[in-house]
């Protein structure tokens, strides 16, 4: 992309053209996938939903009257019913009681239980942020590795010319034996940070292969070609988007409506429960049958060493999910403010590299070159002139990968994505 280096005909350097990125085979991997794959796949987003799922059983359950109670009794003397007709004691009744809360606990109950489900879901969707804003952290590391592994196979074959050159001169008497050595230490440092860069890159593919489920090994195409993401609003818009859309602070807002709830449930815990059943009796023949029913209270009578103290644990905890709703409010907008900053400063960067830097790199190896081929320049500077640009080719990508880094750690405090 920024070479348009000059060579000689004198120095013949032919560059050869980027080798094709061999080491995975198949179709580009492309980052839309890789995330709908991920949304699909990933355990931690099933084990989530799974949580959602089963809390939204839960409000039914807890607003739903208790089990009626259903008895068989029999009162005589010998086998069951051998005195039924024989003793005036004996009988066989049948009775069904129902045990009704204090009129509000069950809404309240269920209110409790409807909150905590509000809150499940907006976990879960806290958590698809996350998950997917790791998969792309990963994915703009295998790009930067990537291409960081293409450029510097670029100056590799430049530097193997360049041993060449210093070969044939030095065979003609125009140049020094250090000459040939400085460019094979070159040529083997390149070397060494090509493995560095293949051990990085495959870590890379791994840990995406681990957001997508999939084995460690599993072979991943080559990443497509990085259009850099347009620069996002000004930060205040942001903090009012995240206080708009993130799942984090939703969830919080459940937990404080969920608390309150609770507070007003075990304020409740102060009246009384009750209980009515009904009954019949069957005597047998010496006398009628009769029914009987009945009506219970339980009463809260040691109030001051339960229920008060629950109300105080319960006003406690709302007090605290409060706080919590604040501190995590107050971290998302840090979150926000530290990311925008690497943001812009890596958007700088990368305009400043691409538009100043390394076109003024590639005028400087041109002119090393020249001036080397005329005998002004010695070999060292062809040398440093060549590493330089290397350099700020690669700080350039890394730059570019770093911008949209901090975009992709941006999207799950504010809620919503930033990037198309």
Request: aromatic share 10%; with cysteine.
């Amino acid at each position: 992309m920024f070479r348009a280096r000059c060579c000689c005909v004198a120095l013949t350097l032919v560059l050869l053209e980027a080798p094709v990125f061999g080491q995975h085979q198949g179709e580009p991997a492309r980052l839309d996938r890789l995330l709908e794959e991920a949304r699909f796949s990933n355990p931690r987003l099933k084990a989530a939903r799974a949580r959602w799922e089963a809390a939204t059983k839960r409000p039914s359950q807890e607003g739903t009257l208790p089990d009626p109670r259903v008895s068989v009794r029999n009162f005589g003397v010998g086998r069951p019913g051998s005195a039924l007709h024989t003793s005036n004691f004996a009988f066989v009744s049948l009775g069904v009681s129902q045990e009704i809360p204090f009129p509000g606990k069950l809404k309240l109950r269920k209110n409790v239980a409807l909150e905590e489900a509000r809150a499940e879901k907006q976990r879960y969707q806290q958590l698809e942020l996350d998950v997917l804003s790791r998969v792309k952290l990963h994915y703009y590391d295998y790009y930067y590795f990537a291409k960081a592994l293409e450029t510097v196979a670029k100056d590799r074959d430049l530097l193997a010319q360049f041993v060449k050159i210093a070969e044939a001169r030095y065979a003609v008497g125009k140049g020094t034996q250090q000459d040939i050595l400085r460019a094979q230490l070159e040529l083997t440092l390149l070397r060494d940070r090509e493995e560095v860069l293949r051990q990085q890159r495959d870590r890379a593919v791994a840990a995406i292969n681990t957001l997508l489920d999939r084995s460690p090994d599993d072979p991943l195409g080559p990443p497509e070609e990085l259009e850099q993401a347009p620069f996002p609003t000004e930060v205040t818009e942001l903090y009012q988007q995240a206080q708009q859309h993130s799942p984090a602070l939703r969830a919080q807002e459940h937990e404080v409506s969920r608390n309150a709830a609770a507070l007003n449930l075990s304020r409740k815990g102060y009246r009384p429960d009750f209980r009515v059943g009904f009954e019949w009796q069957h005597t047998g023949s010496m006398f009628r049958d009769y029914y009987v029913a009945a009506f219970e209270a339980k009463i809260p009578l040691y109030f001051w060493r339960k229920q008060r103290l629950g109300v105080e644990e319960a006003a406690s905890k709302l007090v605290e999910a409060r706080h919590a709703y604040q501190a995590r409010t107050r971290d998302l907008l840090f979150q926000i403010k530290d990311h925008y900053l690497m943001a812009r400063a890596a958007d700088r960067l990368v305009s400043l590299y691409k538009t100043a830097i390394i076109p003024q790199a590639t005028l400087a190896l041109e002119s090393a070159i020249s001036a080397y081929e005329v005998g002004s320049a010695d070999f060292l500077t062809l040398i440093s002139a060549a590493t330089i640009l290397l350099d700020y080719e690669l700080e350039y990508y890394k730059q570019l990968a770093s911008y949209q880094q901090a975009l992709a750690r941006m999207e799950p405090a504010v809620g919503k994505t930033l990037i198309p």
